[in-house]
């Protein structure tokens, strides 16, 4: 008993030094990109080096999970190491922009393996009592990335070069395949059980065409043009054919009676409206604190910090509340925390200062922290072993379709505003939303005139009044959704 504690102990290791590779990947890159962008060229591809990683990784995350529920988690796991490790590779390798993007596809389809299965593994080595403090270990994990990366990227970048960014990864990623090798020992039901490949394809084309119109929309590709109607016709005719595939289906790519159980259901609603909040306080508190405070990136990103110091130590508590008061009041109280972050943000102002906006970023890092945790122990004490994989899986795809959902519709509240409040202006006709970006950096600001400064400043602070209200609009759902969660397993 001693000896298998001991493997569980480092299986447990290894999980989360894997999970720390791809929870790192967006902080470390995002401190190095302006130098990658330097070396490199192409500037107007530089959204892309993250939307690739974010656009593999939401297509895959489904397929990944299944594979896992029919084939065992251990070669799925490898799999997803591998991968990532071989896109690590030639991202450092990269001689350019487009290489570099492509690179980044295959880490975000390692990554797709990775997250779900990592939390999956938990689920089955540890008992039901157990899963709830194991699994705010694993949400720690987001935490310590959140507050090294930015650390390790600026030294890799101004003691070594840009590269080792990413040759970081491939001694961590091989200690975290031979744990797994070594000491993860699992035995899978010898059932025949098929893929549900057609399943899988329509996901991928369907997600892929909904963060291509996400991202690109109004940006790359206009909204009112041919292109873009194509586009949604495809990405609604996408999702039309998955679900009717699946309802057909003997051995689904996603079971849609998973969504029949009720503390599943809502769980999964719940997460689709909180990764809308996450993208909204991670994208758009830097900009306030920056544009209208006019304090500098190290203050913004304290600000953002709280919120990555709040989710692990609110999710280490999660695992000890749920054992003693449930899991339902556990992810209750979470959803009163994002309220109380949402409401924070409302009454943000410029003479409130970066004190005031840290600490609502960090009730919605507390918020997110309860909450997330409740519902992967309840999603995973839910079903059986043969669905635990697609089960978790599917609560991490609604997360990060929100989150990309998110970034589009706050980002379109924001932009409207924006663009209102320059078009109401004498300001020339040179200037347009995109002059925001003046506001962000102390010299560019100063180079504006006093009037063109007072009329940006001002569209800022209302549009992101809009944004923060959106928040708050979304955590009062959120309250609501969690409500819903029956207080026992169903």
């Known amino acids: 008993m001693q000896e298998n504690k001991q493997k569980r102990g480092l299986v447990l290791a290894s999980i989360m030094l894997a999970m720390f590779l791809a929870a790192i990947e967006a902080t470390i890159v995002s401190t190095a990109m302006p130098s990658i962008v330097a070396d490199l060229g192409g500037f107007s591809l530089y959204s892309w080096v993250f939307s690739a990683y974010l656009l593999t990784n939401a297509a895959t995350v489904l397929l990944?999970?299944?594979?896992?529920?029919?084939?065992?988690?251990?070669?799925?796991?490898?799999?997803?190491?591998?991968?990532?490790?071989?896109?690590?590779?030639?991202c450092a390798l990269a001689p350019s922009m487009e290489v570099l993007i492509a690179a980044r596809l295959v880490q975000g389809l390692g990554a797709g393996a990775l997250m779900p299965i990592a939390t999956t593994i938990v689920g089955d080595i540890y008992t039901k009592e157990e899963r709830a403090k194991i699994q705010g270990y694993l949400s720690s994990v987001w935490g310590i990335s959140a507050v090294t990366g930015p650390a390790l990227g600026g030294f890799f970048v101004d003691v070594l070069a840009w590269p080792y960014v990413f040759w970081m990864n491939?001694?961590?990623?091989?200690?975290?395949?031979i744990g797994i090798v070594f000491f993860f020992k699992e035995e899978v039901a010898k059932e025949k059980r098929s893929v549900d490949i057609a399943g899988s394809l329509w996901v991928v084309l369907t997600v892929s065409v909904i963060m291509i119109i996400l991202v690109e929309g109004g940006v790359g590709i206009a909204w009112d043009s041919w292109t873009m109607m194509s586009m949604i016709v495809v990405a609604l005719m996408g999702a039309a054919a998955f679900f009717f595939h699946e309802r057909k289906m003997d051995d689904p790519m996603m079971p849609m009676d998973l969504w029949h159980i009720r503390s599943i259901r809502y769980a999964n609603l719940t997460s689709l409206t909180t990764g809308m909040i996450l993208i909204g306080v991670s994208s758009y508190l830097p900009a306030f604190v920056q544009g209208v405070m006019e304090q500098s990136a190290t203050v913004a990103g304290f600000t953002l910090t709280t919120m990555s110091i709040g989710w692990p130590i609110a999710a280490t508590i999660a695992g000890r509340l749920i054992l003693k008061i449930g899991f339902r009041p556990t992810a209750i109280l979470g959803g009163v925390s994002l309220i109380i972050g949402g409401v924070i943000f409302t009454i943000l102002t410029p003479e409130k200062g970066p004190w005031f906006a840290a600490m609502g970023s960090l009730f919605i890092g507390i918020g997110m922290g309860l909450s997330s945790t409740s519902f992967i122990v309840s999603i995973q004490n839910s079903v059986s072993w043969q669905k635990r994989g697609i089960a978790t899986a599917t609560n991490m795809f609604m997360r990060t379709i929100g989150s990309a959902v998110g970034a589009a519709l706050l980002g379109g509240l924001l932009n409207s505003r924006l663009a209102g409040a320059v078009e109401a202006s004498t300001l020339p006709d040179s200037f347009n939303v995109d002059?925001?970006?003046?506001?962000?950096?102390?010299?560019?600001?100063?180079?504006?005139s006093g009037e063109a400064r007072s009329v940006l400043q001002e569209g800022l602070t209302s549009g992101l009044h809009l944004v923060y209200i959106g928040l708050l609009v979304l955590a009062v759902i959120s309250f609501l959704l969690i409500l819903q969660i029956p207080k026992k397993e169903d």
């Open 170 to 177: 491939i001694p961590l990623g091989l200690l975290a395949l």
């Open 64 to 90: 990944f999970g299944r594979l896992s529920d029919v084939f065992g988690r251990k070669p799925i796991f490898m799999l997803g190491i591998s991968l990532f490790l071989v896109g690590a590779i030639i």
């Open 435 to 448: 002059s925001a970006n003046s506001l962000l950096g102390e010299e560019s600001r100063q180079n504006l």
